[in-house]
């Protein structure tokens, strides 16, 4: 297969945990040719989609006293050729949040492409449609208390219904902006007004779920079904559990709440095109569903002696049998 990964610059990628270098990395072990983009590096042209696109080889990273090592030199790019997407097999959309208008914009450009020739993960419209915060709400027998506002009076009445809640910006991601709230904060109200840009922007606030400190649960979907999973657990006095907060990741098993959780929630991912997801849930509740670019593959074949990168790759080459 030929496979374009539209990612961040290669170069700020971390091979040890990026899911994108994962991704990549176990395409080329198995033989399919590998070409990188940035956004900023697409246009249309005729009606199609094109891209300046580098080919890239990978040396893979190796598991040392349960830690993942990369070589100095873990990539090798060679020439950029101008082409159409159209030539690809698939399309990653692997470019990290925030989903602001440069995003979409290059969302409109993948539109392009003809989804019977080039398969887009995920796709476009997708990806439009699915703020990672609110699209969890079609799935709200599965979650805490939440609701999505950005006034100060709604806010406050359901902290002190709960005593304690979660603010969360709609277009955060690796736990920026999250904060802890209570009703007797004398910053609340502050943090209201900082928080949704004085008024500007909704947020959603969800119950507290004291479960929070025993991890926050990754699950890896792939067309639905459920791949694998890791517990991201905080450390010393940081709430969240975040990775890209210094969460530790645990081995942890899919329950069978869960999956009956990814079994309902997956007839409305696989007709919104939103192949490879990254759902949270705390306690047994989901909290939020990701589709830009979810990580998490890393830390899962470390505990878990797999290649969940090889498996995606397997799903996509069925796709074209």
Sequence with gaps: MKLTFIIDPIAKLDPTHDTSVALMEAADQLGHQVW????????VVGGEAWGFLQPVKFTPVELQNGRWVAQEGWYQLGNVVFQALGEMDAVFMRT?????????????????????????INSPSGLRNANEKM??????????????????VV?????????????????????????????DDKNFNSLIEVSTGQNREPLMIQQFLPAAKDGDKRIIVLDG?????????????EFRGNMAVGGRSEKVAITDREYQMCAEMAPKLQAAGLYFVGIDVIG??????????????????????????????????????
């Design 36 to 43: 990188i983009t940035q956004a900023e590096k697409l246009s």
């Design 96 to 120: 990290d949040p925030p989903v602001d208008v440069s995003y979409l914009y290059t969302t409109f450009i993948l539109d392009c492409l003809d989804p019977t020739q080039t398969l887009v």
């Design 135 to 152: 699209f969890a709400l079609q799935f709200a027998e599965w979650m805490p208390a939440t609701i999505v506002s950005r006034d100060k």
């Design 155 to 183: 806010i406050r009445q359901f902290v002190e219904t709960h005593g304690a809640a979660v603010l969360k910006p709609l277009g955060g991601k690796g736990g920026e902006g999250i904060l802890f709230l209570t009703p």
């Design 225 to 237: 079904k459920p791949l694998g999973a890791v517990n991201r657990i905080p450390t010393g006095k």
């Design 284 to 321: 047994g509740y989901l909290t939020e569903v990701n589709v830009t670019s979810p990580t998490g593959i890393r830390e899962i074949d470390r505990l878990n002696n797999v290649s969940l990168g090889q498996e995606v790759m397997e799903w996509l080459a069925a796709q074209f049998e």
